[in-house]
Structures are given as C-alpha cells and as structure tokens.
C-alpha cells in the first residue's frame, strides 16, 4: 500500500514499532538478507511469510540478536539500535517464541516462566511463592490461563506454547516474534491461540507472525511482507489480497494451492492390518489394537495429533519396531515381525517422518542416500559389489526429475536444504527402480517444507496412487490429509476414533476426534454408514 | 574437483610441516642446530639400505594397526583395543606357527597368518557383541579386553609356552613359517611382509569404498537409525566391524613374529604399536592408502630419531613432541583447514 511509503517519508518514526532499513546479511554460500526493508507498525499482527530459505528467520534472529546485519540498521519504536545478543533485544522489549519450545520438562510452569530471572529472597534464594504470584498475576492480567504448579511434562502442547508466551511477557515483551506457532497444534488449539494473539493485540503489544500457512495470514494479519529468495518482494495489507496472489509472491511463479486429482480408483486391498498392538521405547503399549486396510489406488490418511501412535503404527508396518500382537499382511502374505529389508524386498516403500534421523544419511553424498535401501539390488550391485556408473546414473536421472538443488548427486546429503533432503527421499522412495511398490508409506512427506516443494511433492503422491500404488499417509497437517486423502482415520491415543471420508466431514469435527472423540459422538446423525 | 581430491593430503603435510617448525624452535632452545638434527633425522630414515629396512620394518605392524583403527573409525567404532587383538593374534598364531614346521612355506605361512587374524577378531567381536546386545561402549569393552589379553600372554610365555631362562619367551616358530627375507644388511632383515600390508590396505580400501559390505558398515557408521531403516542388519554390522578391526590389528601381531627375529613371542611384543594405530588412522585421515603414508611417517620419526639421539646428542624426545603436534593438528583440523583456506582467498583476491 503506498500510504506506507509516504508516512515512511514523513519522519513520524514512532509509528513504528519496528524498523529494519536496508539490512544485508551475507552467509558463506549465499546472500541470505538482501537489502530487505521490514516495517511493523505498533500493535498491529503482521505476517511474515516466503519458501524456506527465503530469509525469514534469518531477518528475525537480526531483530534477536542472534546476528549482527553486515549492512543497513534496525530501529525500535524509532530509536536506532544495535544489538550484541539477545539480552539487548529483550531490554528493548522484544521477545521471542521459536518453534521448539525451550523448557525444563520437570519444572512447573511457574518455575519455567522465571526461570533465568528469578525472584529471590535476600538476594540469594530462589523465592518460589512469589514467583507463583507474579506468573499468577501475569497470567491472569493477559488471560493465558495456566495451572501455575503443573508440570511441563503433564500439559498439553497448546499449554506449553502458552508458557513460553508467559516467559517472554515476564520479560517485558512488546514485540513479541512467533516462528510458525500453529504447526505443533490442533485446529482447536490453533484457534484458542489466535484468541490469545487477539488479546495480546488489545493489550497493546505488537505481533510478528511467521508462517507457511496462508490461512491463517488470512485470518488474523492485519498486513503481511512477503519474503522471497533474500529479498522482500511486498508488503500488503491482508484485506487487500488473497492467498493465490501471496502464493505468486511467495513462489514468484502460479501455484495451484488446491491438489488437483481426479477421484481415486481403489482396487483391491493390499496392506491389511489387523489388531495390531504396539509399544513404545518406554514400553507403554502406545498402539491399542489398531485395524486398517490399504487398497491399490488409493490413499489412505491418519490424522492425529502428533504422539498419539502414529509413529509407533508406522514403525511396526514398516520392520522397525516389533508388533506386541497383531497381524501385518501385504498382498496377503505375512510381515508381521519382518525385518525393515524383508518388507522393502515384498514392495513396501517408505517415506519416514523423520528425514534427518531415519531417512538419510547426511554424510553421504546424494547418490549413496538414493539407493539407501535398494543397495543390495541389481544394477545398483551385483555380486557384493556397488556399480557407481548405475548408482551415479540412476541418481543423476532422480534428480532431474525431482529437480533437487543442486542437480549434482556428488553433493553431501546434510549440505542441502530441508526441502531438497526431503525431495531426495521422496524420489528414492516413489520410484519404480529396483522394484514397482505394491504400498508407499508416507509419513509426514510435507514438514517444514515450502509451497512449491509441497505442490510437487503432492502431485508425486496423487501420480502414485493413480498407478495403483496403495499409500497410507500420516500427517500432522489437517490439510494436507484432507486434500490428498480418500478415506481418513483419526488416531488418539493409539485408538481408531473412527473412519470417516473428507467431503463429509468438517475440519472441526475432525479436530474434536483428534481431541479424543468418537465418531458417533462428533457424527450421531451419520450412524455407520461410512462404507 | 582436483583441489578437492589433493585436500585430505594437504591437511597432514601441513600438519607435519608445522610440527618440524615449532620442534625446531625446542631444538634451538636446547641449543642445537635444527637443520642438522633433521638433517641427521633424514639420513637416519632413510640414508641407505640397512637404514630403509629398518623404517619398512618398524612400518609394516603399524600399517596394520593403523588400518585396524581406521577400518573401525570409518564404520563409526572406535576399536582403542588393537593393542590387546595384536597380542591374542601374535599368540595364537606363533602357537601355529611354532606347530606346523612340517608343512611346506605356502601353507604353513598362510595359515599362522589365518589364525593370527581369527584371534585378533574373535578377541574383538567380544566387545561388538558387548556392544550390539548390551549397549556397552566399546571404548571402555576394549580397554578391559587389552588388560586381560596382555595378562594371558604374559601368563603363556612365563608358564605353558616358556622356554629358556631369563627374559620370558616362547620357542621359535618353525622355519617353514618364516616369511622370505627380500633385504639382509647387517642384523637387519626385511621380509615380504610389507608388501602383505600394502595388499591388505589395498583389499580394505576395495572394501570400504567399492563394497556393497563397506557401504553398509559406514552408513551403519554414519546414522544407525538411517541404516536401520534402509534394511542394514545394524548388530551384524557391529560385530562384523570389530571383527574385521580385530583381524587387521591381529594379523599386526602375527605379522611380525613371523617377519622379524628373534620369531618369537615374548608377551609384551606389542610396544604399544596398537594404540600407535590410532594415532596413525588419525593422520591417515582413515583412508587405507593415507595410513601407508602416515605409517611410514611414524617409523621413519621412530627410526630417525634413535640416528638423532646417537649422531646429534638430541634427545629422542623431540619426536614425541612432533608426533604429539601433528596429531594435535590433523585432530584439530579446523585450524590448518582455516590457515590454508585464509591463504586461498588472499590468492585468490590479488
């Protein structure tokens, strides 16, 4: 909008409550803030979006403290900063809640918020009393209400996001940064945080939202800056635009936000489950008698909050974890208890949840991670021995064709970016070679990604599928099981909570079920006719 | 493509150059001349033949330690126990070897040599499957089994296999079992063995880097969760590492008796050549073929350094400080990645 541009010209700085001017910030290998200008006016929500590594966080960690810009200069409230550390950054009142929570597990809450500035008796002694109170009185003053002497460990995700929104407004927070804060969440609790967000803004404070998720700029924003390739290609204000153009923004090119499909064919079940119980690494029995079936043709999603046993579902089908009981059949033949290789030589692939741990070997360059897996397959080796000519071949091949940056399979796996790794598993793992897969499952295939990886990586999936690949999915973005899914299963607490297909259910109905509700409870008119 | 390919090498050399320049500043301060120590060095390593022979021989166990040490650190094990495998091998196959004077040379050697190997990998695979079914560190497994194997062979050649009196020692092996002497000057005999060292590198360099089996052991090394995951039999790969460890450091052991007088085994042969290894792997960056050159390294600084002490009067200390610099050094490869990459970019700007 250019009323920006011309209240910018007028030196009436204090509207702002943060400035960044001209900040360059030069990486090794890449210019990752290109001249960037950033302006957020006091007490409004604005949205700061763009694909990975488009800068974003590295704009915010300048705003921290964690970096210093090698060009251009921040302003707060319109006074010229320049910080060494992020204690700088919290002196002038901006505070930061990052993705990954940064709590003691077995500490209360109330010891949480203070920890690291904490009330003391004769200056000395923790005083646990008064930090009851003063957390109390916080929480009640911005109506985040918590149960002060519970446990980290014994609350909710949603709760512990509040907490560490408590932490930062002990410490005075006006600017208060969120790093993609819905992606740990449930619809329910996403909502009751941007109620929270909403009050925040009433008391005054001024919102930074960084996100994937153009929904919710939607929703909540009052003007977005959009982020791409290190540069800052606009700043908008929300009412006047609409996801399809933020997506061209973001991507510099059209995007199709919906997944185009035709409807799936499905044929004959391939991967049956039957009963299956399974325990975690704590030996809690994490799976509780799960049944499902896969057809050819078709996909087949979990939703669920993330640790209600997907994981553990997942592990037992796919040989890396053993079944407690139960039955796995592919084809109708037995895998129960087999090992990751015998599953993989019967034609199950498998894209794991966690591609740094499980589905990649970071220090190995790209080829090796393409074959991890089909190694022991003709032409990638014969006789014990590994063909290079084949492997480097076949990777140079997947490579083109999933157009990994950059397109050179000598290039180590850790080196490449989140979305890139992740394009290098989904290759390796929807592919025809050595062996067609009779089932894909696909866990989490989108985390952490941008929109035009996801675009891709979802027409893979739906091009699978309509090979006649059956695919089990699990993902924790709703979205994305509704958008790819024919059928859904909702998992909580180990437990199916019922099967239900995406054109007849709403996303809070199925919210409720992933908060614990059975079907016939969020649907009593639908009764069982769910075939 | 090129300076990549020549960088592991650059990262020792330099290392070494560093260590010859701050040891000289300690020769100077013990008031001697620096040139002329490693002048004296030099010729003391490699100044004739008798002098060569000595270096290759001091070399070759410790190709094999080295190996032994890097083959575990390429699978993502850290085998600190080739002290003790080398003692088992060089016992159980002087056993063989003392033994089977009636067969001729080409199976009586081959089979000391097999046996010397399987001791020094069961002994390891003690610790793989401490490791693989217990979760016990093998840092703290090896060690223990270094104790236990340096006992067992003291406990042999001063009772059951004793032989003569004074210092304790076994009989000598059979002479069919003696490795062919390719160099005599003087005391010093050089056998083949060097040249079963290089093969053997050769063989695990072909393994590591060509094998189905290699690829396996280092993605095992790597990420086991990753390896797990793409079908690798995680505990089988454990043990198999430290077996094969354990049979390279075994075969160290063996090797020797069997190539140098007096071919015998004297209990505490090793001499510390086992932990040696590790200091070799580390310079050889665990590459078989940068462990020759590093091995040759250690024992032309071992041999040159005696020529040192003799002709120069300089303690043959000094080589402990180099040694200790390089390790420092290639360990703490950052530093010398930083120096050389600083100089790279000032060429690269003017």
């Avoid at chain 1, 290789?341 to 070997?361: A, F, S, T, W």
């Avoid at chain 2, 067969?103 to 009586?108: A, G, I, R, T």
């Amino acid at each position: 909008m250019t009323k920006d541009t011309e209240t910018n010209n007028q030196t009436n700085q204090s509207q702002y409550a943060v400035e960044m001017k001209g900040i360059v910030k030069r990486f090794p290998s890449v210019v990752a803030n290109d001249h960037v200008d950033f302006n957020v006016k006091k007490g409004e929500i604005h949205a700061l979006v763009g694909e990975n590594g488009a800068g974003k966080t590295t704009l915010m960690n300048q705003l921290y403290g964690l970096y210093t810009p090698d060009e251009g200069s921040i302003h707060i409230n319109g006074e010229k900063v320049s910080f060494k550390g992020p204690k700088d950054a919290i002196d002038k009142g901006i505070g930061m809640v990052h993705q990954h929570f940064m709590l003691v597990d077995n500490q209360t809450i109330a010891e949480n918020v203070v920890l690291g500035s904490e009330p003391k008796s004769f200056s000395m002694f923790f005083n646990r009393a008064k930090s009851k109170s003063l957390v109390k009185e916080l929480s009640d003053k911005y109506k985040l209400l918590v149960d002060v002497d519970a446990n980290i460990e014994d609350i909710s995700v949603g709760m512990q996001q509040r907490v560490e929104i408590l932490k930062i407004l002990y410490r005075g927070a006006d600017i208060l940064i969120f790093d993609e804060p819905t992606a740990v969440l449930t619809p329910q609790e996403t909502d009751e945080l941007f109620e929270v967000l909403g009050l925040l803004q009433k008391q005054g404070k001024t919102i930074i939202f960084i996100t994937h998720k153009l929904n919710e700029v939607m929703s909540i924003t009052q003007r977005v800056t959009v982020m791409r390739l290190g540069k800052v290609t606009g700043s908008v204000n929300t009412s006047e635009t609409n996801p399809k153009e933020l997506a061209e923004m973001m991507v510099g090119r059209e995007v199709l936000l919906r997944v185009e499909k035709e409807p799936a064919k499905p044929k004959e079940k391939v991967l049956e489950v039957d009963n299956l119980k399974v325990r975690d690494n704590r030996n809690l029995l994490t799976v509780k008698g799960i049944s499902l079936d896969v057809r050819k043709g078709e996909i087949l999603g979990i939703a669920g909050v993330a640790g209600n046993g997907q994981s553990e579902l997942i592990e037992a089908i796919t040989g890396l974890r053993k079944a407690e009981a139960g039955k796995i059949k592919l084809s109708g033949e037995d895998l129960t208890d087999a090992s990751p290789l015998e599953v993989r030589l019967k034609g199950l692939n498998h894209i794991p949840e966690d591609r740094l741990r499980r589905g990649l070997i970071t220090d190995y360059p790209v080829f090796y991670n393409m074959i991890l897996g089909k190694h022991e397959s003709k032409p990638f080796s014969e006789e014990g021995f590994l063909n290079h000519d084949a492997i480097k071949k076949y990777a140079k091949n997947l490579t083109e064709k999933f157009d990994v940056r950059p397109n050179n399979p000598e290039t180590l796996v850790g080196t490449l970016s989140g979305g890139n790794q992740q394009k290098v598993i989904v290759a390796r793992e929807l592919d025809n070679q050595p062996r067609k897969p009779k089932v894909a499952v696909i866990s989490q295939p989108t985390r952490g990604l941008d929109i035009g990886a996801i675009e891709f990586i979802h027409k893979t999936i739906i091009s699978m599928r309509d090979e006649g690949i059956g695919i089990l999915l699990v993902s924790m973005e709703l979205d994305e099981i509704f958008s790819l899914s024919h059928r859904i299963i909702v998992m909580y607490e180990g437990e199916i909570m019922g099967e239900v297909t995406p054109d007849r259910i709403s996303r809070e109905e199925i919210g409720l079920m992933m908060a614990g509700h059975k079907k016939a409870e969020v649907l009593p008119e639908s009764g069982d006719n769910n075939e | 493509m090129n300076k990549n390919k020549l960088y592991p090498f650059l990262v020792p050399l330099v290392s070494v150059l560093i260590a010859l320049a701050i040891a000289s500043i300690v020769i100077i301060l013990i008031g001697k001349n620096p040139i002329y120590a490693y002048r004296v060095m030099v010729v003391g390593a490699f100044g004739g033949a008798e002098q060569l022979a000595n270096t290759i021989v001091k070399m070759t166990p410790l190709v094999l330690t080295g190996l032994a040490v890097g083959f575990g650190f390429r699978a993502g094990i850290f085998n600190i126990g080739a002290e003790g495998q080398m003692a088992m091998g060089a016992l159980i196959g002087s056993m063989i070897a003392m033994n089977v004077g009636f067969l001729p040379p080409f199976l009586s050697i081959p089979l000391a040599l097999i046996f010397g190997m399987l001791a020094g990998a069961i002994w390891a695979s003690i610790a793989g499957f401490l490791k693989a079914f217990t979760g016990a560190h093998e840092v703290i497994s090896t060690i223990m089994l270094n104790w236990i194997a340096a006992n067992i062979a003291i406990f042999m050649v001063s009772g059951p296999l004793a032989i003569g009196s004074g210092t304790p020692k076994s009989p000598e092996i059979s002479e069919s079992s003696k490795l062919p002497i390719i160099l005599k000057v003087k005391a010093t005999e050089m056998s083949i063995a060097i040249f079963i060292a290089v093969m053997v590198a050769i063989v695990i360099y072909i393994l590591l880097e060509k094998s189905t089996l290699g690829y396996e052991l280092k993605g095992v090394g790597f990420n086991p969760y990753a390896a797990e995951y793409g079908g690798i039999n995680i505990k089988k790969s454990i043990i198999l590492t430290m077996a094969i460890s354990g049979a390279l450091a075994g075969m160290a052991g063996i090797i020797d008796i069997l190539g140098v007088p007096p071919h015998r085994f004297v209990g505490e042969l090793t001499g510390g050549r086992g932990f040696d290894g590790i200091t070799i792997a580390l310079i050889g960056r665990n590459h078989p073929i940068g462990i020759i050159f590093a091995a040759l390294l250690i024992a032309s600084l071992r041999t040159g350094s005696n020529a040192m002490q003799i002709t120069a009067q300089i303690p043959n200390d000094i080589v402990m400080i180099i040694q200790g610099i390089v390790i420092f050094l290639v360990a703490a490869e950052r530093i010398v990645a930083t120096l050389l990459r600083y100089r790279k970019r000032r060429g690269e700007v003017i």
